[in-house]
């Protein structure tokens, strides 16, 4: 239990790291990093912690009915599903930070100037949204096939990679004039991306392969459905500027949802199909 623990645990060690980093630095970093990382957390409890307690069960019985081939297989299709959702929510996030940190945050003494330091630190810790979904996955699956050391192994060094890039990358934003918590941010979602790949290059190792066959098309129709949902939505952001925050937060969420999920559909992504009869059916009872 104890090393399932410190695994699932990393990213609050990072955390830790990244807040006594910014408690040395300028007023408003170690807020700004305070205030940002659950903005981040939302959607990834959502999308990924969901799924990966989901398929924990699933994964277990598997291996122990020997079974690894169905496993590699469910292990690919909870991969696809959290990337279909991982990667327009991360780049939604990073699109609408200003407004989405206003409307939570922006009151009596949250001033615009705070409004901008936690946006900033959003910024970076959204764009590794992806890697810290898929490490919510694979590190179940090590677990199922009750191996702790491996996850543990790759996550300390990743604690390690983070205190290192925390340091750099802080000295690097001082120096170009840009507020040094973005770094701290940055260094996070740097190190959990490399513990990724880590993880993902182990676990290949372990069931002969990862059915990329399955996960790599998902990941393309991904990234460019939430492309083209980003620029329109982007577009759409830069003549708001008189509007409320709230319907600019609701406004951008609705039109992201339905430009994406249009696209899905377009590209004819087995998913989208599973998700209209499953409302089909609701909606006929």
């Given at each position: 239990m104890?090393?399932?623990?410190?695994?699932?645990?990393?990213?609050?060690?990072?955390?830790l790291v990244n807040t006594y980093l910014a408690s040395l630095q300028p007023k408003g970093s170690l807020t700004g990093i305070a205030l940002a990382l659950p903005l981040m957390l939302m959607p990834l409890g959502a999308i990924a912690q969901s799924v990966a307690v989901a398929a924990l069960p699933?994964?277990?019985?598997?291996?122990?009915?020997?079974?690894?081939?169905?496993?590699?297989?469910?292990?690919?299709?909870?991969?696809?599903?959290?990337?279909?959702?991982?990667?327009?929510?991360?780049?939604?996030?990073?699109?609408?930070?200003?407004?989405?940190?206003?409307?939570?945050?922006?009151?009596?003494?949250?001033?615009?100037?705070?409004?901008?330091?936690?946006?900033?630190?959003?910024?970076?810790?959204?764009?590794?949204?992806?890697?810290?979904?898929?490490?919510?996955?694979?590190?179940r699956a090590f677990y199922a096939l009750h191996d702790t050391r491996t996850p543990v192994m790759i996550g300390v060094a990743a604690m390690s990679l983070n205190l290192v890039f925390s340091l750099a990358f802080s000295s690097l934003f001082a120096r170009a004039g840009w507020p040094p918590h973005g770094g701290l941010a940055l260094a996070n979602s740097l190190a959990t991306t490399l513990e990724m790949v880590g993880l993902l290059v182990m676990m290949r190792r372990r069931l002969g392969g990862l059915g990329g066959r399955a996960i790599l098309p998902a990941l393309g129709t991904a990234v460019v459905s939430a492309g083209c949902m980003g620029v329109v939505l982007y577009t759409c952001v830069g003549y708001t500027g008189t509007l409320p925050v709230w319907l600019v937060v609701l406004s951008g969420v609705a039109l992201g949802g339905i430009i994406y999920g249009l696209l899905l559909i377009f590209f004819?992504?087995?998913?989208?199909?599973?998700?209209?009869?499953?409302?089909?059916?609701?909606?006929?009872?």
């Amino acid at each position: 239990m104890a090393p399932r623990l410190l695994g699932v645990a990393v990213v609050q060690l990072n955390f830790l790291v990244n807040t006594y980093l910014a408690s040395l630095q300028p007023k408003g970093s170690l807020t700004g990093i305070a205030l940002a990382l659950p903005l981040m957390l939302m959607p990834l409890g959502a999308i990924a912690q969901s799924v990966a307690v989901a398929a924990l069960p699933t994964f277990s019985a598997q291996v122990a009915r020997g079974r690894l081939d169905e496993m590699r297989s469910s292990m690919a299709a909870s991969l696809r599903g959290v990337l279909l959702l991982a990667v327009p929510a991360s780049l939604g996030l990073i699109i609408l930070r200003k407004p989405l940190v206003a409307l939570l945050y922006q009151r009596g003494e949250f001033s615009v100037a705070s409004t901008e330091l936690v946006a900033w630190a959003l910024l970076w810790y959204a764009g590794g949204l992806v890697s810290f979904s898929v490490v919510e996955i694979v590190s179940r699956a090590f677990y199922a096939l009750h191996d702790t050391r491996t996850p543990v192994m790759i996550g300390v060094a990743a604690m390690s990679l983070n205190l290192v890039f925390s340091l750099a990358f802080s000295s690097l934003f001082a120096r170009a004039g840009w507020p040094p918590h973005g770094g701290l941010a940055l260094a996070n979602s740097l190190a959990t991306t490399l513990e990724m790949v880590g993880l993902l290059v182990m676990m290949r190792r372990r069931l002969g392969g990862l059915g990329g066959r399955a996960i790599l098309p998902a990941l393309g129709t991904a990234v460019v459905s939430a492309g083209c949902m980003g620029v329109v939505l982007y577009t759409c952001v830069g003549y708001t500027g008189t509007l409320p925050v709230w319907l600019v937060v609701l406004s951008g969420v609705a039109l992201g949802g339905i430009i994406y999920g249009l696209l899905l559909i377009f590209f004819r992504v087995p998913e989208t199909r599973s998700v209209i009869r499953m409302i089909t059916r609701r909606l006929w009872r």
